[in-house]
């Protein structure tokens, strides 16, 4: 985006590559996969030393079409908190019974959607 603006759309993202790539590994390998490729990401971003004019800059997405640089930082934000949020949905679930009524006054227990069970 920062090279090509939309002259060239972004690569085509597989969404189901990290299925493959995480097979055999065990959860402590992957949490450490993570930690490691989300210090990488953040330094090589930081590095970038990005101005506030550099977040209007705009790329091609093949299904979305024209998106600026600040659309997809802020996406990644999200995306993480979503997974934040698919987390304690989990963590949440064994206790659907066990919070007895007051289960009607907390959310974690009652949201639908892309995550629900």
């Known amino acids: 985006m920062l090279e090509n603006?939309?002259?060239?759309?972004?690569?085509?993202?597989?969404?189901?590559?990290?299925?493959?790539?995480s097979q055999g590994k065990s959860l402590e390998q992957l949490l450490d996969d993570f930690a490691r490729l989300r210090r990488e990401n953040l330094a090589a971003l930081q590095a970038l030393n990005l101005q506030p004019e550099d977040l209007k800059r705009r790329g091609k997405h093949s299904a979305l079409g024209v998106v600026t640089l600040s659309e997809l930082l802020a996406t990644w934000t999200v995306q993480d908190l979503t997974h934040a949020h698919q987390l304690s949905r989990v963590m949440a679930h064994p206790y659907c019974d066990e919070v007895g009524p007051w289960g009607a006054y907390l959310g974690v227990l009652k949201c639908t959607g892309h995550s629900a069970p």
């Open 5 to 21: 603006d939309e002259a060239r759309p972004f690569d085509p993202f597989d969404r189901f590559a990290q299925v493959k790539e």
